[in-house]
């Protein structure tokens, strides 16, 4: 999994400017700052962090973020999951719901791969189908392959992200007795995701959206709980709104993953006093191509870097380097000076995109080029492959 | 460049239903039902054709359009040069501007490689800087292998995109008068693509567009011979307002790509009625993972499908299937029941998406899955590398 191709390797040890253009650029000194806020945050709170690699898709950074103190990863897919075991990982969660049986084959074979090296796979579950899928996928590999796994399942109730997840409330209690029926899943907890609540630009609607998760949280709780079922653990949670779930006192585990990198989305969040201040870590390094006097065009468009969450930001590297950056299409964007700046950049200039959504844009790379020393006279320390670039299924 | 790993080559002669979730697939009935038509419009309106190969970015299906009459294919990365030319393809125009000397040596070292095969390599230039740099390229790359290659070299005029390209008139006269300076350097005519026009819903807004694109050519043109020097060529069009280009009496090569796969943006324009009736041919087959009173969620979201130019379309394969599908993210898109329809789908099953754009959408797979057929009983037939997925430099 580890092996690059030549062309990548021979950039080790060469400074920043010898990278050729777009090319997905991680600040590896602000990126390991990230992670130690991240992890200093969640000690001071007393909460679990299992960070979402479906950002970085980086079996070497969740190992990173492993060391550092994560109780593991959180992954969307499950070649994503076995992207991960591949690279070393053990402990993953796949949290969302699969439902092929050939998938829940492959997610069985995980689980006991995982347990063979002393760590733990787990899944959410939103459906009585789901749970039966899931169990008949682990009993018959039980049966092909020799003795017992369990897989750590969560429930996932929709807290108000209004994509999957069971009502809060009894459809939970239901899922959870159903679940208990079968040998081969273990209740491990609660999925509570807010996604939406993370993009909420106000810290005051913020507050008010994990308010009411988490009021759905503790009543679906007491609900299980009254059938004599504990809930052990609460999972949840992005870097939009990390504080609050650390504060609710209802969520013990939190799956913030873009805080390692932060994006321009994130951070045009109004900031919550409490949140760490975390630092843009990843950029598209760009060349400007083409020149006109209003204009100027540069080589990266959004094969380069995503645009759902929004166009890029131009980072300011000097005075005179106040642009904003305009859709050009796949391969071009469109740079025009910001209010109050009248410059534009020269034929051949190089500049740092700010993207404005890490993962889509990180899945749209091979590789991405630590560097070290800054952007403007680090040198390149270290290639990290996307391992799971592209793992849809 | 074409050994696929074993898990894809396994589907060839599979059923469609065998495909797993989410997976790009290609109708190839329809893409070749769409390839006769281009071609066949072409042979009528007397015209070139060089497809953009930035669309299926697959050497295979380039060997395909050239086979079946495209004089070559265009790309907009020296990187999907270097795929086209790896994959046996030797007739490419980057109609790109390309700055950096790394990038430029490659360049000069592809124009010899496509020469020793009989064919021909071209580019795009829009500033004196730009000849001059290529020409020092092509210069080196002759001292040092020896033996001398030209390279073909389109001047962009800006005719309405607003982004590569000099005005139209005089600047292109200067840029043509430099180029003639460089013997290594042939001017093979003017790249005047207006991509803008494309898009435009209504055929009367398009006739307005490209009227102007052709008289602001016609103008450039007349000023350049006047020099004493032929244009031979005028290069653009894409699958929008190829009609318009090819009437115009002044494009003599139409450079459209989508037309191949169609995407949901492109079947939104006011069909003019000369346009070739081209079908959708690409889809991202998808599979319903979650269900709630009022919504289904699908395992398809922005990582397996470009949103660039609008979500997808489901495709409808039944009466009960008229679906809208909303944006659920990187990994989900979320599908509730169309206009007089309430029918959703239960989990476990099987969606057709039809992506808004082509280009951007290949991008995000390795590999095109070929089923013949039909997408209801059709089989796999071939697996299509996506050779220059991620080919960004």
New interface residues.
């Given amino acids: 999994m580890s092996t690059l191709p030549p062309r990548w390797s021979e950039l080790i040890d060469r400074p920043v400017n010898d990278i050729?253009?777009?090319?997905l650029v991680i600040d590896l000194d602000a990126m390991k700052r990230n992670l130690v806020r991240m992890a200093e945050f969640a000690k001071k709170h007393n909460i679990l962090w299992r960070p979402h690699a479906?950002m970085h898709k980086s079996a070497s950074l969740a190992k990173m973020q492993i060391k550092a103190g994560a109780a593991g990863v959180c992954v969307?897919?499950t070649a994503e999951a076995e992207a991960m075991v591949a690279g070393g990982v053990y402990n993953v969660y796949i949290s969302?719901?699969?439902?092929?049986p050939?998938?829940l084959a492959r997610v069985a074979a995980l689980a006991k791969k995982t347990a063979a090296h002393g760590g733990q796979l787990a899944i959410a579950v939103?459906?009585t189908?789901?749970l039966i899928r899931l169990a008949q996928a682990m009993n018959e590999a039980r049966v092909r392959k020799g003795g017992g796994t369990v897989i750590d399942v969560f429930v996932e109730i929709?807290v108000g992200q209004?994509?999957?997840?069971v009502?809060p409330g009894s459809a939970a209690v239901t899922l959870v007795l159903e679940l208990r029926k079968h040998p081969a899943l273990r209740f491990a907890g609660l999925q509570a995701y807010h996604?939406k609540a993370q993009h909420l630009r106000s810290a005051r609607e913020r507050r008010k959206a994990i308010a009411k998760a988490a009021d759905a949280v503790l009543l679906t709780r007491q609900l299980i709980e009254a059938q004599g079922v504990a809930v052990n653990l609460v999972t949840g949670a992005g870097t939009g709104c990390l504080v609050l779930e650390a504060a609710s006192g209802v969520y013990g585990e939190l799956q913030a993953g873009s805080f390692l990198f932060m994006d321009a989305d994130y951070a045009q969040n109004e900031r919550d006093p409490a949140q760490p201040q975390f630092e843009h870590a990843m950029f598209v390094k760009t060349?400007?191509?083409?020149?006109?006097s209003d204009?100027a065009?540069c080589d990266?468009g959004?094969?380069?870097h995503?645009?759902?969450s929004g166009m890029p930001l131009v980072h300011a590297l000097s005075a005179d380097s106040a642009l904003e950056y305009f859709?050009?299409?796949?391969?071009?964007g469109?740079l025009r000076p910001a209010a109050g700046c009248s410059r534009l950049p020269g034929?051949?200039r190089m500049l740092w995109l700010i993207p404005g959504h890490c993962?889509?844009t990180v899945?749209?790379?091979?590789v991405m080029i630590g560097v070290s020393g800054g952007l403007h006279s680090g040198v390149v320390q270290r290639i990290i492959k996307v391992d799971a670039?592209?793992a849809?299924?």
């Avoid at 209004?162 to 997840?165: S, V």
């Avoid at 899945?363 to 091979?366: C, G, P, T």
């Fill in positions: 050729d253009t777009p090319a479906k969307q897919k969302n719901e699969v439902i092929a050939g998938k939103d459906s189908e789901g929709d209004g994509r999957c997840g009502e996604g060349q400007v191509i083409s020149t006109r204009h065009v990266a959004h094969k380069s995503a645009i759902d859709n050009g299409g796949d391969e071009h469109i034929l051949g993962d889509p899945n749209l790379h091979d670039r592209g849809l299924t």
